[in-house]
């Protein structure tokens, strides 16, 4: 005998296929049962019975595994009839900082990651510190999530390990007497293994198709990505930290020989989804890099205006073709405009530029040219 069971990867249809998979199953007993030679009729409470609890232990044992929806909590930060059970906002301290403290449960065993996002206003010469504390410890998570930009930003923090019985409290505190932070976003994680490439750079999985690298989820400072080559290529940092585009930035960059092919990359973070990156190199316009916005179910968008606002950092690229540099100094000018092509009033921030270079095959020679003389790039005057 053969009952048939369907195995489906969406979670939000497990439950349809177990209870398609139980009847199934329990139409092919009460069919052998019917036409077997004794006709012996099954007891109707007892094949009810085993139904009932066939499809209790199976809702029972999915409901235990699935995670929570991501949740998305904006300014003013206070509990409401929608507030879920694991998560209870404190009042505002009274300070001279400003703050919001929230305490949290997971909502199961095997949920013990933590991912917090913090969206919030950057503030000249300001401070944004987290730290989190349950009955047995206090940590700093950061000692400061602004960068010293312009305009909104956005910080992930990884909290691992939390403990399913003990509370554990996470608090915000501003360095001035209005807090800056504007949406939390709360995502829980099951364990898993982190994947790594060549690097180290460790990258954890998002729900909708976000990805970020391990070491930025810290908390601390972040940090550009290093120089890296390899035979006829180099990947070079043109950056150290993010930076407000303003009224635009210039890279200087370096080559002893002509690259056969060219990519440039950058995050960015922009009030709105129209604007537009612009390049130059060496005097001459290119096409505008590229950007793909995330699925309008990622909770960084801000639906309060039209086109809506991503409170993210966008991933952006433009391929550069190996006609438009020379040996010596090479001018990048990036910059900033509108959907009609004006100059953009919006502030743009922008960070981890970095410049991908692919040289022609390198001929034979007993002496071949290092890469790292071949790229060096430079701050702009």
């Not at 199961?108 to 047995?136: H, I, M, Y």
């Not at 692919?358 to 003389?373: I, V, Y």
Request: hydrophobic share 40%; net charge negative; with cysteine.
């Amino acid at each position: 005998m053969v009952f048939p069971v369907w195995l489906a990867y969406d979670k939000t249809r497990q439950r349809s296929y177990l209870v398609y998979s139980i009847s199934r199953m329990l139409l092919t007993i009460c069919h052998l049962i019917f036409r077997s030679p004794i006709r012996r009729r099954p007891s109707l409470t007892g094949l009810t019975l085993i139904a009932a609890c066939s499809l209790s232990l199976g809702f029972a044992s999915l409901h235990a595994q699935e995670l929570p929806q991501i949740l998305k909590q904006d300014a003013p930060f206070i509990n409401s009839p929608t507030t879920p059970a694991w998560i209870k906002f404190s009042s505002d301290i009274p300070s001279t900082f400003a703050n919001v403290s929230f305490q949290l449960i997971p909502p199961f065993p095997s949920a013990q990651d933590l991912l917090l996002t913090v969206v919030f206003d950057e503030q000249p010469s300001g401070f944004l510190r987290a730290s989190f504390q349950t009955n047995q410890i206090a940590e700093t998570l950061s000692d400061n999530l602004m960068e010293g930009t312009q305009g909104t930003n956005q910080r992930t923090i990884l909290i691992k390990n939390l403990s399913g019985i003990d509370p554990t409290t996470i608090t915000l505190q501003s360095g001035s007497a209005t807090l800056p932070v504007k949406r939390l976003i709360l995502n829980w994680l099951k364990p898993q293994t982190v994947l790594s490439d060549a690097s180290g750079q460790g990258t954890v999985a998002l729900r909708g198709n976000i990805s970020l690298r391990e070491p930025d989820l810290s908390g601390a400072p972040l940090t550009a990505p290093g120089l890296f080559f390899a035979d006829n290529y180099v990947h070079a940092p043109l950056q150290d930290q993010a930076e407000s585009l303003g009224d635009g930035i210039t890279f200087i960059v370096t080559l002893d020989q002509v690259p056969a092919h060219v990519r440039l990359t950058s995050r960015i973070m922009s009030p709105s989804l129209l604007n537009r990156l612009t390049c130059h190199v060496n005097g001459q316009v290119v096409p505008d890099f590229t950007t793909s916005p995330p699925s309008l179910r990622d909770p960084a968008y801000f639906w309060t205006s039209n086109p809506p606002y991503y409170s993210g950092w966008l991933p952006a690229s433009i391929y550069l073709p190996g006609s438009l540099w020379h040996v010596g100094d090479n001018i990048i000018e990036l910059s900033q405009v509108d959907f009609a092509g004006h100059p953009a009033t919006e502030i743009l921030s922008i960070r981890d530029t970095v410049l991908e270079v692919l040289f022609p095959p390198p001929q034979t020679s007993t002496s071949p040219q290092s890469p790292t003389d071949q790229v060096l790039p430079s701050p702009s005057p």
